[in-house]
């Protein structure tokens, strides 16, 4: 993988972070145990936090660019391509953020903020559509199948489940236990949809081939760094079963050290499937 | 509307490489640009005939650059609008507004547009359109020893030289439609071929 492509792993990866974030918080406030969370601007503000991860996506995204003093003519055509209309999801998405986050501050937690997540949470899902559909082209055979949105929506799903689970360790929310334990098992369940998909992708290209390059993926760094995400995704199915089972008898503080143990482990299951992504590329032709 | 396409002649080209030296030279392209490329392809071996064996090894070359496809993939994807299709079928690039983002590279079948880091956008064949213009040749076509290139009008080419051949290493042509009429070495049917020289091709 060209060193150029880290800014794409690390653009995509917080990007749907974000929007996983602001997904799940918003289905969360629309069920009857919803959590509680800080509402006035500052660092315990899940609402700041899922804004800032946008705005580090969109800078890292930045460092891809040969000429990034081009960046604004990236919309001129929204017509044909799904990298413009990305862009211009990306500000939406902003946009919508940033008006929940000021929604939010001003009022507190009311209709108002719930029905702008839920705004925001709608541009996040559009987003996610919208980059998905630039990896599906007919000359890529690695990207061009089903692998590539089912990847996109379970790395969404698997930060903004662990996210929740951390503000509620950080404090940064408070979570009905009930809720918290769905929230565990949601989490358990993605992960296992990811080892699925992963496993299955692998199979994919492994049997794929083309006119000239002969990429190698069972063997070599790219398996190396495929073990590695296996390990990390086994890692952290250990780690929810042991919460779940010892929930009660955790002390608080190891309670939130197991968590943050959670989300590290999720965070860098999800850098390494993204490096692999990025590093199955090849091209159909010469 | 007109489709100025090349034409390659697969068993007349002695991969000299003249082609690829003459678009550096006019082009003015530093190391690892290559806007045309000669891929060199080989195969075979030792095959046992009764008590004896015989090699029956096969090279050809295979001189590729921008195909000015009929739908053009990176014209589609791009972003920015920076590559655009003349009327007369040449893809060309704005450098004044691409953002060097290498989507077009990623997707083209061909490595026709190519990333400079230089000046951190993307460059590629147009067929040499200010020759054209002056009623010039590409340079390419000029500089070929072996007559084994020509450019025209596509449906002119057809008429001229026959239906056109798909070899190996080229892609599915119903995927962008390229304008290129390639006329193919006996032996690049052969199921056994590979690219020999994949580093000295490879695009930076």
Redesign the interface.
């Known amino acids: 993988m060209p060193d150029?492509d880290w800014s794409l792993v690390l653009f995509t990866t917080l990007a749907q972070w974000s929007a996983g974030i602001v997904l799940l918080l918003s289905w969360s406030l629309f069920s009857n145990t919803g959590p509680v969370f800080a509402t006035v601007i500052g660092a315990g503000n899940p609402v700041l936090l899922a804004l800032m991860l946008i705005a580090a996506a969109t800078l890292s995204a930045f460092l891809?660019?040969?000429?990034?003093a081009?960046?604004p003519?990236?919309?001129?055509?929204l017509a044909?391509?799904?990298?413009?209309r990305e862009?211009l999801a990306i500000a939406v998405f902003s946009l919508s953020l940033f008006s929940t986050l000021v929604s939010g501050w001003l009022s507190g937690a009311g209709a108002a903020l719930q029905y702008l997540l839920a705004l925001s949470a709608l541009c996040g899902l559009a987003l996610l559509w919208m980059m998905a559909r630039?990896y599906l082209?007919?000359?890529?055979p690695a990207w061009n199948n089903w692998h590539t949105p089912v990847s996109f929506i379970l790395t969404t799903l698997n930060l903004g489940l662990c996210s929740l689970l951390v503000f509620q360790a950080a404090g940064m929310a408070r979570i009905d236990d009930v809720l918290v334990n769905g929230l565990m098992t949601a989490l358990m369940l993605t992960l296992f949809a990811t080892t699925a998909a992963g496993l299955l992708h692998q199979l994919q290209l492994q049997k794929l081939n083309?006119?000239?390059h002969k990429p190698v993926f069972d063997r070599g760094p790219f398996f190396t760094v495929f073990l590695l995400r296996m390990a990390l995704l086994l890692g952290a199915f250990l780690t929810i079963f042991y919460v779940l089972i010892h929930t009660t008898l955790l002390p608080e503080s190891n309670y939130s050290a197991w968590l943050y143990a959670l989300g590290s482990l999720v965070l860098a299951e999800e850098i390494a499937g993204r490096f692999l992504f990025y590093a199955a590329?090849f091209?159909?032709?010469? | 509307m007109k489709r100025l396409a090349f034409y390659f002649d697969s068993g007349a080209c002695s991969g000299c490489k003249t082609c690829q030296m003459a678009c550096k030279d006019k082009h003015d392209l530093g190391p690892g640009q290559l806007w045309r490329r000669v891929y060199e392809v080989t195969g075979g071996g030792w095959v046992k005939q009764g008590s004896t064996w015989q090699q029956d090894v096969f090279a050809y070359n295979l001189s590729m650059s921008c195909n000015h496809c009929e739908d053009p993939i990176c014209v589609k994807n791009c972003p920015t609008r920076a590559l655009c299709k003349r009327a007369d079928g040449i893809v060309r690039i704005d450098q004044g507004l691409c953002i060097g983002c290498q989507y077009c590279a990623w997707v083209c079948p061909y490595g026709a547009p190519q990333f400079n880091p230089q000046t951190g956008v993307m460059g590629k064949c147009d067929f040499c359109a200010d020759y054209l213009d002056e009623g010039k040749n590409p340079s390419c076509v000029d500089a070929c020893p072996m007559r084994a290139l020509d450019f025209g009008d596509l449906e002119a080419l057809l008429e001229k030289y026959g239906p056109g051949d798909l070899i190996y290493p080229l892609p599915d042509p119903a995927i962008t439609g390229p304008s290129i009429c390639i006329r193919a070495h006996p032996q690049a049917g052969r199921a056994d071929a590979g690219v020999a020289n994949i580093e000295e091709v490879k695009i930076a």
């Open positions: 150029r891809h660019l040969g000429n990034p081009n960046a003519k990236a919309l001129n055509n044909g391509s799904w990298l413009s862009i630039i082209v007919p000359t890529i083309s006119c000239m590329y091209r159909t032709g010469v």
